[in-house]
């Protein structure tokens, strides 16, 4: 493996298995150290394809998605780092996808616990063709300065604490992610900072060893001296001792074994790692650690004498000329994600939104203030719920019960009406629910079913102004405007609409009041005298009954009553109730497997 640097800065990664914030750490970190390009080319997601947005700098970029391993290689050649998060199940398989990809060079594998079998295939495949695996189990890696795996180094805090926005003169490496964020702040504190750090994983079998590293470190420059942490269990530590045994390593080598404490225990025990589990004398820490001594190491007699032994060799290099230590400047500061900075107080930001409605944020959504349990327990209604949602109150029974009838005797009208008429066509052409039930929506209007919020507008001025039923109608024939409630294409005087019966019914015997329904009759009757078909009407009934529903239940003001008209709170009734019966006939003609419609010649009348 040997050979030198992996990273620079201008490494780039394909990202397997989109996660949101490693990802953000890593273009964050790039913009800390000056990166001009985003150290995230391209992120796989299977069986996605499309871009992730995200944050460099300030600056919002969109990061290609592609689906497949193969796909992402080719769309981005230059990318050669690939970090696997996938899990332990399917990781093995996608890094050796990786692998077998000419344009990958180094592969991270974050998952713990892949199968031993598995490993080994992937470490004898990147050694025979020269490729790199750091992990399984690992956090990644870092060169200080220029390109972070995930989530390495953690939060942009301590990666400015540890002043890795920066190149230094250590190299190191552990088998620890956990420490290797402990001893990056060591480094920090007693040198001039670290070059590279490299995490290569806690599991039985890493695909790069301790040795493998600091053979690679002995060959960058720019490293001047190497620290290494280990851990018992395992002989990994010992093909680092041969190394320098065998003069392969010349420059200064400050290392611990960790796990000195296992002889406290009378009987043998697991220290986190899979591998961190001594199987004899000499997978003991102690045993490690004399050996490294003895090898040439700088191996304190604790782990809290190891930041000394640090301090101690670097400021020995400094002295002898070796190192000329860095000088600090002040990196730019990562600007705060918005929700970030509104928890902790910084800025305030305005709202998108208004609702006074509902809210979703508790326990249970509310209705106007009312939890969706208090709904169910106490056997609320349909009407009660749009009581709720559309005048933010509860109403009476009476009133929630007069809207529950409104909505079933308009809930349908039959098939020949022009909005069931529409919605059977576009049903029998193919289309789907939404698209037949919006067809036959979109023909409510003045002449078909939207007539309710106008006659309630105009019966209401005409009341409120004292005028005649004569005065009223003829008012609106000398505008050329028809009296919106009243008429009807086949009811006639001798033959009234039987919902508009029913409404009256109801109303005369639960409302206070019915003086505008009332006054609608009084109209009827002077329409009646001019033609057997000017009759109230369904929109007629429900647009003056609810007028009296709004003024005789003493909980609105007039100033509301007429916001509640001019917003268009009655058509709003007449479109829900009739979105269940285009529902219905929507669901009819597929059930009866209907074809496409087109209208008979015959019925049509060819003119010049």
């Known amino acids: 493996m040997a050979t030198g640097q992996l990273f620079s800065c201008t490494t780039q990664a394909l990202f397997y298995n989109y996660k949101q914030l490693p990802i953000q750490r890593m273009l964050d970190f790039d913009f800390l150290c000056g990166r001009e390009t985003p150290s995230v080319a391209g992120i796989i997601n299977p069986g996605a394809e499309g871009f992730q947005k995200l944050f460099f700098g300030q600056e919002e970029i969109a990061i290609p998605v592609?689906?497949?391993?193969?796909?992402?290689?080719?769309?981005?050649?230059?990318?050669?780092?690939?970090?696997?998060?996938?899990s332990f199940r399917s990781a093995a398989a996608s890094s050796m996808a990786a692998l077998k990809q000419p344009t990958i060079r180094v592969v991270a594998i974050i998952a713990e616990g892949v199968p031993?079998?598995?490993?080994?295939?992937?470490?004898?495949?990147?050694?025979?063709?020269?490729?790199?695996?750091?992990?399984?189990?690992?956090?990644?890696?870092?060169?200080?300065?220029?390109f972070k795996i995930g989530d390495t180094a953690g939060t942009i805090d301590n990666i400015i604490h540890c002043k890795l926005y920066r190149p230094g003169s250590v190299g190191f490496v552990s088998k620890s992610g956990g420490m290797s964020n402990e001893l990056y702040n060591t480094v920090a504190r007693v040198t001039d900072g670290l070059f590279e750090g490299i995490a290569i994983g806690g599991d039985v079998f890493p695909g790069s060893t301790l040795s493998d590293h600091v053979l690679r470190f002995n060959n960058i420059p720019q490293v001047k001296l190497i620290v290494v942490l280990g851990e018992l269990g395992g002989r990994d530590e010992y093909s680092l001792v041969e190394a320098l045994k065998q003069g392969k390593v010349s420059k200064p080598v400050v290392a611990w074994v960790s796990g000195t404490c296992a002889r406290l225990f009378k009987s043998e025990v697991q220290f986190g790692h899979a591998g961190a589990k001594s199987g004899g004398e000499l997978e003991s820490a102690q045993a490690k650690n004399q050996a490294l001594r003895d090898a040439g190491a700088v191996v304190p007699t604790s782990y809290e004498a190891l930041e000394t032994a640090i301090k101690e060799t670097f400021e020995k290099l400094v002295e002898q000329g070796k190192i000329t230590p860095v000088k600090e400047f002040k990196p730019p500061q990562i600007p705060e994600d918005?929700?970030?900075?509104?928890?902790?107080?910084k800025v305030r930001a305005p709202t998108h939104i208004i609702s006074t409605i509902s809210d979703d944020r508790g326990e249970e959504p509310c209705y106007a203030g009312v939890p969706m349990s208090s709904i169910v327990e106490q056997g609320?209604?349909?009407?009660?719920?749009?009581?709720?949602l559309w005048f933010k109150r509860s109403l009476p029974r009476y009133?929630?019960?007069?809207?529950?009838?409104c909505i079933m005797l308009c809930a349908d009208h039959g098939p020949c009406v022009s909005g069931a008429h529409n919605t059977i066509v576009t049903a029998r052409a193919g289309k789907d629910l939404v698209s037949s039930l919006v067809s036959?929506?979109?023909?409510?209007?003045?002449?078909?079913?939207?007539?309710?919020?106008?006659?309630a507008r105009y019966f209401k001025d005409a009341y409120d102004r004292n005028l005649t039923p004569y005065e009223f109608v003829e008012s609106m024939k000398k505008k050329g405007i028809?009296?919106?409630?009243?008429?009807?294409?086949?009811?006639?005087g001798d033959n009234r609409d039987k919902r508009v019966e029913l409404l009256q019914a109801f109303a005369r015997t639960h409302f206070p009041s019915v003086k505008y329904m009332e006054y609608a009759v009084q109209v009827e009757t002077y329409t009646l005298s001019k033609a057997n078909n000017l009759v109230l009407n369904v929109d007629g009934a429900i647009g003056t009954l609810f007028l009296d529903l709004l003024a005789?239940?003493?909980?609105f003001s007039k100033q509301e009553i007429d916001e509640i008209v001019d917003i268009g709170y009655l058509n709003g009734l007449f479109v829900l109730a009739r979105s269940i019966g285009l529902i219905g006939h929507t669901f009819d003609q597929k059930r009866l497997k209907q074809p496409l419609y087109r209208h008979p010649w015959e019925d049509v009348l060819y003119t010049k």
């Open 552 to 555: 005789g239940s003493g909980l």
């Open 66 to 86: 592609h689906s497949t391993i193969e796909a992402s290689c080719a769309a981005h050649p230059t990318a050669d780092v690939f970090i696997n998060f996938a």
């Open 380 to 388: 609320y209604g349909v009407g009660d719920v749009i009581s709720l």
């Open 440 to 455: 036959g929506l979109l023909t409510i209007g003045p002449r078909f079913g939207g007539a309710v919020d106008d006659a």
């Open 338 to 345: 918005l929700n970030s900075a509104i928890k902790s107080g």
């Open 399 to 405: 009133c929630t019960q007069f809207i529950e009838i």
């Open 482 to 492: 028809r009296v919106p409630g009243i008429g009807h294409r086949i009811k006639r």
């Open 116 to 146: 031993e079998s598995d490993a080994k295939q992937l470490i004898a495949y990147a050694r025979a063709n020269n490729k790199v695996v750091i992990g399984p189990a690992t956090v990644g890696g870092i060169q200080a300065g220029a």
